[in-house]
């Protein structure tokens, strides 16, 4: 079987209630090793945005120190479904409530990458930015309404983009 040239990148954002380090927010930073050990030994994960702690909670890409910040890459969007929603992932879900806001307009955009692309925090913003602006389509889309690879616009399997000459 072929390998599938196209990756789904994922971003997701929340706000805090409270700052990291506070007591609201002890019983979500407890789970998250185990929740990151989760996704990157489930089926489909191929990558996600971590620093020297495991995780990305020290980024801070918006002007509000209370937003967390989530990159990661996956085969299907079924796989990231599977993980989201069924995995020990779920039991999180039914909790976001206690740690973060609800937001105004979506926190989470997904696109197609090239296989083997990883994204940056500036790309993740921008297509989420572009989804809050421009409604669902192929460049940005959600859980709720998902496009094929083939419907995305500049995308180019890993083997056809271009290699800068050394």
């Known amino acids: 079987m072929r390998e599938n040239p196209y990756h789904l990148a994922q971003v997701n954002i929340a706000r805090m209630l409270e700052p990291l380090d506070s007591p609201v927010m002890e019983s979500f930073v407890a789970m998250l090793d185990e929740v990151n050990a989760l996704a990157d030994r489930s089926p489909g994960f191929v990558w996600r945005l971590q620093g020297d702690e495991g995780n990305a909670t020290y980024l801070r890409p918006y002007d509000d120190d209370r937003i967390l910040f989530n990159l990661s890459v996956w085969e299907s969007i079924e796989q990231l479904k599977a993980f989201v929603y069924k995995a020990g992932h779920g039991g999180?879900?039914?909790?976001?409530?206690?740690w973060f806001e609800r937001f105004d307009g979506p926190n989470v955009a997904l696109w197609w990458v090239a296989a083997g692309h990883v994204p940056t925090v500036g790309e993740?913003?921008?297509?989420?930015?572009?989804?809050?602006?421009?409604?669902?389509?192929?460049?940005?889309?959600s859980l709720k309404r998902t496009f094929a690879p083939s419907e995305s616009q500049g995308i180019l399997p890993a083997a056809l983009v271009p290699r800068c000459a050394t």
């Open 92 to 98: 999180v879900m039914k909790r976001r409530r206690e």
């Open 124 to 141: 993740a913003k921008q297509r989420l930015e572009y989804l809050r602006a421009n409604g669902e389509s192929a460049h940005a889309f």
